[in-house]
């Protein structure tokens, strides 16, 4: 069974380790400044010419409160005005991009986040909607995956019926937590109320597809109120769950040194939490998909792992990974071919950069040979619990024995202790090994013994 995990306290305490979420390889941590705007178009060159399908990302900073948790790129203001300089240099940049590609080019995959997407207006998201569909191939039945990230606070009835005939079909609300005493150390007041009326607007209007965000490890949490949290979501039926552990990073994210830290639940408390809710969750019927991610058997992520089709990028597990993935707006990363490329973090620099007719690329990386045998090694771990290395020696011509003989001790090291299945064939990720996968896949990252471990949250 593809959904199956087993619950071991003594793996979890052995390698509970603190890592990348491998949502690309080599991750972030490695893009440098060497790379820029002159890649990016070369990069943009050879999608048009390959005729390779598109997955857009659009980036929206703003929100109008902040929460205390949050680790995204965001700008926190009560002044609704500010996105409209923004919305221009975007559109800039939305033209800028969309000349170096063929219109023929469709965009099967479109997602907005932030912040807080519906921070904008309903005629700045009609606006915006209107260049992309301008400058780029977007589908017109429906049959694309559109999606957009809803903060129930920040939307109605009406927002919603906009976005339905704007052509999004799918949305990922935050939730994190309904206790009252947690949303307040958070400072996310959000009932469980305002999130059942999206969902019902979303159902009514035969969005696709609804994915809630949940959050354990934050203040004030215990492990019997996670619980009725978890209960409630389930009574909601979303078709994708996503868990995520709090990381409390408060010396790289300004807003968490607003959390106290003494309110933080025990690590001990934390595993309960995640146990339970597994629990819950598996009981309900939702299949685990791998890396806090969660889906109802007739899921397209679910079928995808069932059929190992499934694939992960920046925009987390998906069945687009085939598409060139192109980020628009501040820090937006793209993945085109070989090439990493992020726009710049600095709101008034990307601003600035794109008033002057220039893209605003500052960082990424180029794959090189290795990276793209290891990205693939990777993928297939972390996406399908499985690994056949004559695969592999067949698409990259080497000897996987070979290749990764210094690393081979630590594969054997997790056979023995019942993480992995080990043979000559194949590496298998066991029911035990599978809340774990990431340290798994540590085990191939080449750049992993030269960073910084505390930039990364813990596997658990």
Not at 312 to 323: A, L, P, S, V
Request: aromatic content about 8%; overall charge negative; hydrophobic content about 35%.
């Amino acid at each position: 069974m593809l959904d199956a995990i087993r619950w071991d306290s003594d793996l979890i305490h052995r390698y509970d380790l603190a890592g990348p979420r491998y949502t690309s390889y080599p991750t972030a941590v490695q893009f440098n400044s060497q790379v820029g705007t002159f890649d990016l178009l070369h990069a943009l060159r050879d999608s048009r010419k390959a005729s390779r399908p598109l997955s857009l990302y659009v980036h929206v900073p703003f929100c109008a409160n902040i929460c205390y948790y949050c680790a995204c790129n965001k700008v926190i203001t009560k002044d609704r005005g500010r996105a409209q300089p923004y919305l221009q240099r975007l559109e800039q940049e939305i033209q800028l991009v969309a000349c170096h590609l063929d219109p023929n080019q469709t965009v099967e995959q479109l997602h907005f986040g932030g912040g807080t997407p519906t921070f904008l207006s309903h005629d700045e998201l009609r606006q915006l909607m209107a260049r992309l569909r301008q400058h780029f191939n977007l589908l017109d039945d429906d049959s694309g995956d559109y999606g957009i990230e809803i903060d129930p606070r920040e939307a109605d009835w009406s927002t919603m019926g906009l976005l339905r005939e704007l052509g999004f079909n799918r949305i990922s609300i935050g939730l994190q937590d309904l206790d009252p005493n947690v949303q307040r150390a958070v400072n996310r007041l959000q009932s469980l109320d305002e999130t059942r009326a999206v969902i019902e607007a979303a159902r009514t209007l035969q969005f696709r597809s609804i994915n809630i965000d949940l959050i354990y490890g934050l203040p004030k949490q215990t492990p019997e109120h996670f619980a009725r949290t978890v209960d409630e979501v389930i009574n909601l039926q979303p078709d994708r769950l996503s868990v995520f552990n709090y990381a409390h990073l408060p010396e790289r994210f300004l807003p968490q040194r607003r959390i106290n830290s003494h309110e933080l639940p025990a690590p001990a408390d934390k595993l309960e939490m995640l146990h339970r809710t597994i629990e819950q969750l598996t009981a309900a019927g939702y299949r685990y998909i791998g890396m806090d991610h969660f889906a109802l058997p007739d899921d397209e992520l679910a079928i995808a792992q069932e059929e190992s089709t499934l694939q992960r990028n920046f925009q987390g597990y998906t069945t687009h990974g085939h598409c060139d993935l192109i980020g628009l707006g501040v820090s937006a990363i793209s993945q085109i071919g070989d090439l990493y490329c992020q726009n710049s973090s600095d709101l008034n620099q990307y601003q600035n950069t794109l008033a002057s007719a220039q893209l605003a690329t500052s960082r990424g990386l180029l794959c090189n040979a290795d990276d793209r045998l290891r990205r693939e090694v990777i993928q297939q771990i972390i996406c399908n619990f499985s690994l056949e290395f004559a695969r592999i020696e067949q698409q990259f011509t080497i000897d996987f024995r070979g290749y990764f003989a210094e690393l081979w001790p630590r594969l054997v090291d997790m056979a023995d202790d019942g993480l992995i299945e080990l043979d000559n064939e194949r590496l298998t990720v066991l029911p035990a090994g599978r809340l774990l996968v990431r340290s798994v896949c540590m085990v191939f990252d080449a750049y992993l013994e030269q960073q910084n471990r505390q930039r990364f949250s813990r596997v658990i």
